[in-house]
Every structure is written in C-alpha cells, then in structure tokens.
C-alpha cells in the first residue's frame, strides 16, 4: 500500500495563477482532508469529506474548493493564487469511525511569487 | 474556544537528557492525538488518550491525559538524535468526522 499520496512535491505559483494539488489514498478512508501548515505553526484545517461527493469547509477554506468524485481522490484547487497561500499542504485520511488517527501525505510545499 | 496550548515552543538537550511537551486546552478534551513531525517530513500518528488520567508508554516516550481531560503531556526519556522533530497534539474538533485542531507543536533539537 502507497498510503497518501500527494503530487506535486514543490511548486511556485505566480499571484493570480492557478493549480490543483493531487491526493490519492489506496487505504479506502471514507474521511479524507486537507490542511496547510505554515511555518513554526501548527496544521490548520482547510477542507474535509466524509465520502465521495461530499465535501464541507474546515477552519480556513477561503481561496481553496475541493471535490470529490471517488472515495480516493481528494484534489483541493486553488484559484488566483495569493502570496498569502505560501505554505505547505497536507492531504490526509482517516478510517470511518470516531477517534481514530489520521495518515498523512508527504506535503506539497508551495510558495506563491 | 477549541484551540489547543502547546509549551515549550521550541526546546534543545544534550543527547541523553529528558525532554517533555505540554499540552492545554481550556474546555474538557474527548481525546488528544500526539504527532512526530521530523524536519521536512509529514506528521505521524503516535498515539491518542481518550480516558481521564491515562497514561500510555512506548518504549522511551510516556503519555499523559490529566484528569480533567484539560491537559496532556508527552516525556521522553533519555533523548537520542533520532527523536529531533516538532511534536504536536491535536484534539478532535466538534461535530465529529475526526477533524483536528493541532497545537503549534514543541520542536526538539538534540545535541550528541
């Protein structure tokens, strides 16, 4: 099993450009999310989705849409892209159950010029 | 409101010596989940505390959950290189679907 999977590792955007940040897990996670970390802080919530075709903001979603056509696809798009989404993005999955841990992807460090 | 504390934000020892990283929170937790993140790397779970006083151990790391359910803490004993990273707790935000809340994390360098 690859686990999280996340494309691309690094990229640098322009302001107002766009692109899609690619998540695929192979666990079969019901529950998948996005969050961004920047830096010597803590991981922030950005999207999250029970299931496939169901998707519902986090803590800080402005900027950012999601969807979720299968249960182990997650992209997160990001459209007119600002100087403040320089972070780094980290797609995770978890089992369907309460209380339970949740897998990371390797990131995508983006910075935005 | 839901945030979670987390001190020291950065702390170093010599290798050997024990480290330890606290979290709180203001409101009663159903659980805390503890992360490593080593430098350049992604977060991985290390462990959750879900009962009032509870205490978990691996190996050199021992697990803590305060009695109110307002706290936790994470100790390690005998700091080795291979333990440099930032730990962070994360509780479960409310309305369930394991959303999380992650604290700011504690950074833990190690000299040999």
């Known amino acids: 099993n690859a686990g999280v999977t996340q494309t691309p590792k690094f990229r640098i955007l322009k302001i107002g450009q766009s692109m899609t940040l690619q998540c695929t897990q192979d666990?079969?996670?019901?529950?998948m999310y996005w969050y961004r970390q920047d830096p010597g802080m803590g991981l922030k919530l950005i999207y999250y989705s029970v299931g496939a075709g169901i998707t519902d903001k986090g803590e800080v979603p402005n900027g950012y849409n999601v969807s979720r056509s299968t249960t182990e696809d997650f992209p997160l798009r990001l459209e007119l892209a600002a100087p403040s989404q320089t972070s780094v993005y980290f797609c995770?999955?978890?089992?369907?159950?309460?209380?339970?841990?949740?897998?990371f992807g390797q990131g995508t460090r983006l910075t935005v010029v | 409101g839901q945030q979670v504390m987390q001190i020291p934000q950065y702390q170093h020892v010599q290798e050997g010596e024990d480290f330890t990283t606290y979290c709180n929170s203001s409101t009663t937790l159903s659980n805390i989940q503890w992360y490593k993140q080593r430098p350049g790397g992604h977060p991985v779970f290390l462990i959750q505390l879900v009962k009032s006083g509870e205490v978990k151990k691996q190996k050199r790391l021992t697990f803590q959950f305060g009695e109110a359910k307002k706290n936790s803490s994470l100790h390690i004993t005998a700091t080795q290189t291979t333990d440099v990273g930032t730990y962070f707790c994360a509780r479960t935000l409310s309305g369930g679907y394991n959303k999380l809340i992650f604290g700011a994390g504690t950074r833990l360098a190690v000299h040999p």
């Open positions: 666990m079969n996670h019901n529950y």
């Open positions: 995770a999955s978890s089992y369907r159950q309460q209380n339970t841990e949740a897998f």
